[in-house]
């Protein structure tokens, strides 16, 4: 298995307050990518990052940031969290662009 | 941007049948598709991957796939399914490079004994 983390695996929070979720790697890959899983909706991409305090926007990424200060670490961070943010969120990794991603095993974010 | 649809949200089989999930995919120039299982609580794991070359592809736990163009289709196989296939699927697409992957929304596999 990749060797990927994400912390926490399990969050609950409220309207308006500020959440953080971390992806943690040990592979030392360049391409890292934050999805949220929906029923209906398959996986949809946030933010993905290309190499330190390098990132891009992906479909969904209003209400969300993201930042990369080093190799192995992917901050994503809702400002300000909604209802509509209630999701669950997987980070991946992959070692070149057109690579496969290898995905970690997700937190699930309940926003009352 | 390149779109997927699954048009069977769940499938129910038999121990011991066939199984065939269907993927079709959006995109104007040659795509590379995935197909990825989910267990539940789990994340996702690559089933098999088709970049060039032969259109059937052989994945791991006896999955196979196969391209067609012409269809815009890379539907999913297995001869006989175990218990232990029972999971959701998704199929996606991404361009020359993978940093806008889409999925499509998934098809939930329940198997009978």
């Known amino acids: 298995d990749a060797g990927i983390t994400q912390s926490p695996r399990h969050k609950v929070t409220e309207t308006g307050t500020p959440v953080t979720l971390r992806c943690h790697q040990t592979e030392n890959h360049r391409y890292m990518y934050w999805y949220r899983q929906d029923p209906g909706h398959g996986l949809r991409l946030i933010h993905y990052s290309y190499g330190v305090k390098d990132t891009d926007k992906g479909e969904v990424s209003d209400g969300y940031s993201v930042s990369r200060s080093k190799t192995e670490d992917f901050l994503l961070t809702l400002e300000s969290a909604t209802s509509s943010q209630t999701s669950v969120y997987f980070c991946?990794?992959?070692?070149?662009?057109?690579?496969?991603?290898?995905f970690g095993p997700g937190t699930r974010l309940t926003v009352l | 941007a390149q779109s997927v649809t699954q048009p069977d949200i769940h499938i129910t089989v038999s121990e011991g049948a066939s199984l065939e999930l269907r993927c079709n995919y959006s995109y104007g120039a040659t795509p590379y598709l995935f197909w990825y299982v989910q267990s539940p609580g789990q994340g996702l794991q690559l089933l098999l991957k088709?970049?060039?070359?032969?259109?059937l592809v052989q994945g791991i736990k006896g999955f196979e796939a196969e391209f067609k163009r012409s269809q815009s289709s890379f539907n999913l196989r297995k001869p006989s399914v175990h218990w232990s296939d029972a999971a959701e699927y998704f199929c996606?697409?991404?361009?020359?490079?993978?940093?806008?992957?889409?999925f499509g929304a998934g098809t939930r596999l329940t198997v009978k004994p």
């Open positions: 088709y970049f060039s070359g032969d259109t």
């Open positions: 996606a697409v991404g361009a020359w490079n993978n940093n806008d992957m889409r």
């Open positions: 991946a990794i992959a070692g070149t662009s057109d690579n496969e991603q290898f």
